[in-house]
């Protein structure tokens, strides 16, 4: 209590509250979350710069929990506002530690509990201690209320937590969001023994179940079936996060002449060509390289190029100054303006100096021979876990953690969301 002298005015026997101060607890908690969550697939964020986001995250929550009502309320209020992912992971937290024993549907307000931000309930509820969640999760993963199936799977999944026999009948459940998600977690947790029902569903006709589907099988070690469903699904209305997740995920399943056909369609058009260049890095071939130096000529192109780049070869833009001295205005992208997630990214990566990585590539081009995929500078073989060992940003570990799990596809997906904790030297993750 001694840290939280400035929140809360004591006397002997009740905190009495600084509403003013505990409003800014609920503005700044909000913000926190949302940028957290935005800077976990960050690609200049570092454990450290993490650590700072969940310890400013975890005292404002705090707070806000021993404020009790005047927190919960002061969160509402802020969700009233603006109902955005922040503030409903703020709201739905503080729901949770101030009614534990209501059932979802009762916990809280429907402006609450809405479906097209209920990655933030899943979030707000990894965030509580176990020991609160657990008699929640055996309720609501076996329960009949579909958002809190989904809730309990995304927490499952935060945590790398498996459900056991659960998780097979969810594959199939009624709601497609809960489906998908279930799907999803069966990658996520290296469940081999579900691969047959995955690729099964696969071949379903619902194309968000099919995608779902297919990249958990492909995870869990189809190389027949689920690669050639993912390599048909990036269209230019596909939604941002979808392809990405194809475009890191099919070189590492295809072979190399059925991944650069997958690439070369990509390529063929305007709206999908971000994610050959990544599809591109995440191929890792020696042979590219010069392609890529030529796509830093399109604006649209060059920052995405010069981190497919990177990614290849190891080369860091900032720390060797290979940027162009001065950066250009943004360019108008569809692409990128359509995702959040996606103009996080493209808004931090750096301008790369097609003739000073040139320069650079020419002494060190040697290293990189035929026939070997390369990721961050080595050949992607010879990487070990944990992911962090390897890359220092969030977004290389997210390819370290795809490299990682389609090699052993019965081991879960190495965690890069996973909680980060301070040891003697550096960091590391929890989960």
């Avoid at 700044?28 to 957290?36: D, H, P, S």
């Avoid at 691969?195 to 099919?210: E, M």
């Avoid at 191929?283 to 130096?293: F, H, I």
């Avoid at 969030?394 to 795809?402: E, P």
Wanted: net charge neutral; hydrophobic share 50%; charged share 20%.
């Amino acid at each position: 209590m001694t840290a939280l002298r400035g929140h809360f005015q004591m006397n002997c026997n009740v905190p009495l509250l600084n509403r003013r101060i505990l409003r800014l607890h609920a503005e700044n908690a909000a913000f926190v979350a949302a940028q957290l969550r935005l800077g976990q697939d960050g690609p200049n964020f570092r454990l450290v710069e993490l650590f700072d986001l969940e310890s400013r995250l975890g005292g404002h929550l705090d707070a806000l929990v021993l404020g009790r009502d005047a927190g919960l309320e002061l969160a509402l209020e802020n969700l009233a506002i603006a109902a955005e992912y922040g503030e409903i992971f703020t709201a739905f937290h503080l729901f949770l530690h101030a009614r534990p024993d209501q059932s979802l549907a009762d916990l809280a307000p429907p402006e609450v509990l809405v479906w097209d931000l209920v990655a933030a309930l899943g979030a707000a509820a990894a965030w509580c201690a176990p020991t609160l969640m657990a008699a929640r999760m055996r309720d609501w993963i076996s329960g009949r209320d579909p958002m809190a199936a989904w809730i309990a799977l995304d927490v499952c999944g935060r945590r790398r937590i498996d459900p056991k026999g659960h998780l097979g009948a969810l594959l199939s459940h009624r709601d497609p969001r809960v489906a998908a998600r279930a799907m999803q977690l069966a990658g996520e947790l290296g469940r081999a023994d579900l691969a047959p029902d995955l690729a099964r569903l696969a071949d379903g006709g619902d194309p968000g179940l099919r995608f779902w589907a297919a990249w958990a099988a492909a995870l869990l070690g189809d190389r027949r079936t689920a690669p050639a469903i993912l390599s048909a699904h990036v269209t230019a209305a596909t939604p941002a996060p979808q392809a990405r997740m194809v475009a890191e995920l099919l070189p590492l399943v295809l072979d190399d002449r059925a991944a650069r056909s997958a690439i070369a369609r990509l390529m063929s058009d305007r709206l999908t060509e971000r994610w050959g260049i990544l599809a591109t890095g995440a191929l890792g071939a020696a042979d590219t390289l010069d392609w890529l130096l030529r796509q830093m000529a399109e604006p649209v192109l060059s920052r995405i190029a010069g981190a497919a780049f990177c990614r290849i070869t190891g080369a860091r833009l900032s720390a060797e100054s290979l940027e162009l001295a001065e950066f250009p205005d943004d360019p108008d992208d569809p692409v990128v303006a359509a995702s959040p997630q996606e103009s996080f990214i493209e808004a931090k990566l750096y301008w790369p100096d097609p003739e000073k990585l040139a320069r650079w590539l020419a002494p060190n081009r040697a290293r990189f021979v035929a026939q070997t995929r390369y990721l961050l500078g080595v050949a992607a073989w010879t990487i070990q876990p944990p992911i962090e060992a390897t890359a220092t940003y969030q977004l290389d570990q997210r390819a370290v953690a795809m490299e990682l799990a389609t090699r052993a596809p019965e081991a879960a997906l190495p965690n890069w969301h996973g909680a980060v904790v301070p040891q003697s030297r550096g960091f590391t993750r929890k989960w």
